[in-house]
């Protein structure tokens, strides 16, 4: 099993920036794909970032290149999205997830946290 608990999110205004936090526990052969998701009101859950403990690689959506980053700690128990410049458009519930290999559903997730932007 893998439990998921993301925090960070909050009320910013358009340009500010936001870390969030995803604390991971359990078995880790389960979790060597992490990602991040979003899910805006009255649309479809999204992917936003992807992070491979197996080799490192990062994979990014085109609207936030260049302004989040997904990394990790050493201990391989936290995941981070660092978002920068954020504009209203980001506005959603975030969620982190993960899964086994790159092949595989995406079977744990956490609860969410809110980020709100305002213009």
């Known amino acids: 099993q893998v439990q998921l608990v993301e925090s960070g999110g909050g009320l910013v205004q358009a340009g500010a920036s936001l870390t969030l936090s995803c604390a991971a526990s359990?078995?880790?052969?389960?979790?060597?794909?992490m990602g991040w998701f979003r899910q805006a009101p009255g649309k479809d859950r999204e992917l936003v970032a992807v992070?491979?403990?197996?080799?490192?690689?990062?994979w990014y959506r085109d609207s936030v290149k260049g302004r989040f980053t997904i990394s990790t700690d050493n201990a391989k128990n936290t995941v981070f999205l660092q978002t920068n410049s954020l504009k209203p458009e980001d506005t959603a519930v975030y969620y982190c997830a993960a899964k086994s290999s790159a092949a595989s559903t995406w079977d744990y997730w956490g609860q969410g946290t809110q980020v709100t932007v305002s213009s």
């Open positions: 359990g078995h880790t052969s389960s979790r060597k794909i």
């Open positions: 992070f491979s403990w197996n080799d490192g690689s990062t």
